[in-house]
């Protein structure tokens, strides 16, 4: 059956990657198949209109107006909102997701992100600049209570890499009854989640933006924690009131924040967040990792070699849409 492959891979590259580095893993591993490069928007439109299965960063309406024959869209992000579901599942096109591909690097990024206050290698920086030789008192990270709040692949990682550091760990997803990898595993429920927070050391957020996480750390929130408790967030921007986190920085009601990601992002020049001393900010770049394209390849070649095998998007992998 590998002689019926044939992948159409759209033109646009991410996380500063060029798209021909995603086209050698596909044909590394699919060797006997065709897994076709196009590098310019009419490219696209020839290619796709004779395309069964594509994948790419995004998929817009025009090129699906010209897909007679789409039935597989492989979206190479972990995140699907930007792309225009309904008319997908209109023409029938299965779409599948990058869940997975961040686990190890979002979760190391997490790990350092952790270490950095733990250790207080903010406070050895600034006395590094200031040439300034003197002690400084650091903590153990061993004994903490690390709260993860998502359990899809990054958060899982999360945890198991804290396994190795002897902290507890507490896990926050929307079916605590599926359990997970953390010690202990809480729902959204309001008193269960502010029962969580009142036993954190570190609070890490790893959960999609939806409807209920948007601003799901607030002022509340921020009066729970205890005032040593260090926030890290690799979701999104707008889990965390921005307000409300200055606020809590401010007045010591929070010791730290490792932020890769704001609300607004980019983040201003001119945003206080910028000259806290006790705030690590990277920007959105928790995710780059130079394994990125190898690690989609494998999701998405296995799931080729699945359809082309069955004739049916029922056995794939990260599906978004059925």
């Known amino acids: 059956m590998t002689d019926d492959i044939d992948v159409l891979v759209l ?8 798209v021909s580095q995603y086209v050698d893993a596909l044909r590394d591993r699919l060797p006997d198949g065709s897994v076709r490069h196009a590098r310019t928007p009419a490219e696209e439109r020839e290619a796709i209109a004779s ?16 897909a007679d024959d789409l039935r597989v869209f492989a979206c190479a992000y972990a995140g699907t909102g930007h792309l225009p579901l309904e008319r997908l599942r209109a023409d029938g096109v ?8 961040h686990g190890p690097n979002i979760a190391e990024h997490v790990m350092g992100a952790i270490l950095y206050f733990t250790r207080r290698f903010h406070v ?9 030789w003197r002690h400084y008192r650091a903590r153990e990270l061993a004994g903490s209570t690390v709260t993860v709040v998502g359990l899809g692949a990054i958060g899982r990682t999360v945890c198991d890499r804290l396994g190795a550091f002897d902290v ?43 409807d209920e996480t948007r601003g799901l750390v ?17 979701a999104r921007g707008p889990v965390v009131d921005t307000e409300a986190l200055v606020g809590a920085l401010r007045s010591n009601q929070l010791r730290g924040a490792s932020l890769d990601v704001t609300d607004p992002e980019p983040l201003p020049e001119d945003h206080p967040l910028w000259a806290l001393e006790n705030v690590q900010i990277t920007p959105h770049n928790a995710g780059h990792t130079p394994a990125y394209y190898d690690r989609l390849a494998d999701i998405v070649a296995g799931n080729v070699e699945r359809y082309v095998e069955t004739g049916s998007p029922d056995g794939l992998e990260n599906q978004v849409v059925p």
């Not at 920086?125 to 300034?132: A, G, L, S, V």
Request: with cysteine.
């Open 11 to 18: 033109r646009r590259g991410t996380h500063g990657m060029p």
């Open 51 to 66: 395309a069964r299965i594509a994948t790419g960063m995004t998929i817009d309406e025009s090129l699906l107006d010209a």
């Open 94 to 101: 299965a779409v599948t997701n990058a869940s997975g591909v």
């Open 124 to 132: 050895g920086e600034r006395r590094q600049r200031r040439r300034e």
């Open 168 to 210: 507890e760990t507490i896990g926050v997803r929307y079916s605590p009854e599926k359990g997970g990898p953390a010690d202990e595993v809480v729902g959204f429920a309001f008193d269960g989640f502010h029962d969580a927070l009142a036993r954190t050391d570190y609070l890490v957020l790893a959960c999609p933006l939806t």
């Open 218 to 234: 607030g002022a509340a929130e921020f009066r729970t924690l205890p005032p040593d408790a260090v926030l890290v967030n690799v």
